[in-house]
Each structure stands twice: as structure tokens, then as C-alpha cells.
């Protein structure tokens, strides 16, 4: 028997007829291709052999969520954990071949857990200036026996000179007010007042806490084992780049920073091998023609936590 979906389930879900049509949708290329051929295009083949046809100084944002140094499946294929040794050459190899690609006030984002966490500063830091390290909360799974349980990860950011973007204002965060202060006039200190609703807009610190990752009820979840929140990308997307820019992703999975990007009015290109999470990809990308929202993010506002 099928097994029956229940009715708050959103998962988003690909039948054999959607994955052999919305695969068909990725180009592939096998020559140096210019960046205006390429806007808004996910390209259906293997990283390490398809950065060399990439386009150079063309990416003003680069977001990359690697395979973190742990044995896990992903589609057809499996990452395999590595010594750190090892782990470290396998990240060098890719992460050089895109620093020609970024332009002069180019950001990078690299998402990372605890454990390979250590290893980014020291290899990223070879070609690019580190400028904060964001630490978030991803609260899942039940716990463990006999370790403290892990629901933290980071992102590393980076810039490839001290001129870049950040547009702070794109960011901030909407906080409940807890001490309502007034001045002589009765008017609101740095605060706004809607009904018994009492918030400050918020500059972003690099703790972020206000962040659900997607579950089986909230419309962008999928199957992929290592999905990224849109809000979280937002974030990034909204702080380090501007309208049009170019979004880079060379491990797109099921598509988070394509669909992001495209719901924030910007163009991104995304590599992805596995032709399941590509096709999931276009799905979302598609049902972001009907639906721009992002969870958590409201009219030009971060809310402090995402519901369901």
C-alpha cells in the first residue's frame, strides 16, 4: 500500500514524468560559456569537471552548502567522510577554481557544521578576507545519549576585497519590545506601536536564532537530506547583494538559493549532478512564479521566528 500523505504534509514531491521534464530544463556545457547565457540556468553535471567553463569575474555572490565531512546519501551517490586531512584537500580543490570567477567586490558564503568548521578559516582564507563567522540555531531531531546535542552550524563569510556589499538596513530583524519607553510627548523611543503589538527593527548580530529548518509542513520542504531554509538564504542574498545581481551556487541541491534568489529579484546560476534534486529544483523555481512569499520574511521584515 502507498503510503497515505497526511493533510498538513507539505513536502514538496516529484513523479517519474516530473523528473524526466523538469531534468530536461538544466543545460550542460562542455566550453566557456558567457554569463548572459547562463542567468537563471542550472547546470546538470559534476562541479569539479564544469567550473572551468564558467564565465570569470561574472558572480557577485557566491553561497556554497558543501558536503560537510560526514557519510551521507544524496540522490544516486554518497559522500563519504574523509580524515580532515583529506577533507581539507578535496575543499581547496573546488574552492580555488571559483575565486576567478567572483568579481572584485564579490561575497562568499560557506556553510559548515561544527566539525568542518575549523578547516574553512585557514582554507578559504588563502584567497579571500574573512569578515565574520554566523553561528545558527537548527533545532531537530530528538537528541543524543552521551554527547550534548548538536543543533548549531555555521556560515563563514567572506569577501574578495574590502569593497563589497552590505546592506544592513535589507536585514534587520523585527524584536517584541520588552522595555516600552516613551518620551515627555507619550511618542514611542525607537519603537513601533500596532494595537497591543510593541517591536523594534533590529540590527542583525552573527548569532542567529530566529531560523526553523523546512519540516514536513511548511511548502518548501523537500526530501533532500541537507535543505537550507529560504529565510536563512535570504538573509544573505538580501545583505550581500543588490537587484540583478548574480547569485552563485556550485552545490545547489534541491534549488533553496535559486528559488531565494528569483523570489528576491535576483539572476543565479546553480550546479547540481544529481538529476532528482535538479528537477526539484525547477519544481520550486516554478511554483515560485505562483507563490514569492518566504517563510518568516514579511513585507521588507525578518520576523523573529518561522512558523508553520
Given at each position: 500500500m502507498p503510503k497515505i500523505k497526511a493533510p498538513r504534509n507539505k513536502t514538496i514531491e516529484l513523479t517519474d514524468t516530473?523528473?524526466?521534464?523538469f531534468a530536461t530544463c538544466a543545460v550542460k556545457l562542455n566550453h566557456r560559456t558567457?554569463?548572459?547565457?547562463l542567468y537563471n540556468k542550472i547546470i546538470h553535471q559534476d562541479t569539479f569537471k564544469v567550473l572551468d567553463f564558467l564565465p570569470r569575474d561574472s558572480i557577485d555572490l557566491m553561497i556554497v552548502d558543501p558536503p560537510y565531512n560526514l557519510t551521507k546519501n544524496f540522490g544516486d551517490s554518497?559522500?563519504?567522510?574523509?580524515?580532515?586531512?583529506?577533507?581539507?584537500k578535496w575543499f581547496d580543490k573546488w574552492l580555488k577554481k571559483t575565486i576567478p570567477l567572483l568579481k572584485e567586490n564579490a561575497s562568499?558564503?560557506?556553510?559548515?557544521?561544527?566539525?568542518?568548521?575549523?578547516?574553512?578559516?585557514?582554507?578559504?582564507g588563502k584567497y579571500l578576507l574573512l569578515q565574520n563567522r554566523i553561528s545558527w540555531e537548527r533545532e531537530k531531531g530528538r537528541g543524543a545519549l552521551n554527547n550534548w546535542k548538536n543543533c548549531l552550524e555555521d556560515i563563514w563569510f567572506f569577501t574578495k576585497s574590502k569593497n563589497y556589499t552590505f546592506n544592513i538596513n535589507d536585514v534587520k530583524i523585527e524584536r517584541k519590545v520588552l522595555a516600552p519607553y516613551r518620551d515627555d510627548c507619550g511618542i514611542p523611543k525607537d519603537w513601533q506601536e500596532s494595537g497591543d503589538k510593541k517591536?523594534?527593527?533590529t540590527c542583525p548580530s552573527n548569532v542567529w536564532t530566529d531560523i526553523s529548518i523546512p519540516?514536513?509542513?511548511m511548502p518548501e520542504n523537500t526530501s533532500h537530506p541537507t535543505q537550507k531554509p529560504e529565510k536563512l538564504i535570504a538573509k544573505l542574498i538580501l545583505a550581500s547583494s543588490n537587484k540583478n545581481d548574480v547569485v552563485f551556487d556550485p552545490f545547489l541541491g534541491s534549488g533553496t538559493t535559486a528559488v531565494t534568489a528569483k523570489k528576491l529579484g535576483r539572476?543565479?546560476?546553480?550546479?547540481?549532478?544529481?538529476?532528482?534534486?535538479v528537477a526539484l529544483a525547477f519544481k520550486r523555481l516554478k511554483m515560485a512564479d505562483e507563490n514569492s512569499e518566504i517563510q518568516g520574511y514579511?513585507?521588507?521584515?525578518?520576523?523573529?521566528?518561522?512558523g508553520s
Open positions: 516530473e523528473i524526466k521534464k558567457p554569463i548572459e547565457e554518497t559522500f563519504k567522510e574523509m580524515d580532515l586531512s583529506d577533507y581539507k562568499v558564503y560557506i556553510c559548515s557544521d561544527w566539525k568542518t568548521s575549523i578547516i574553512i578559516p585557514e582554507v578559504a517591536t523594534r527593527l519540516f514536513w509542513s539572476r543565479f546560476v546553480g550546479i547540481e549532478k544529481e538529476k532528482e534534486y514579511e513585507n521588507g521584515v525578518f520576523k523573529a521566528r518561522n
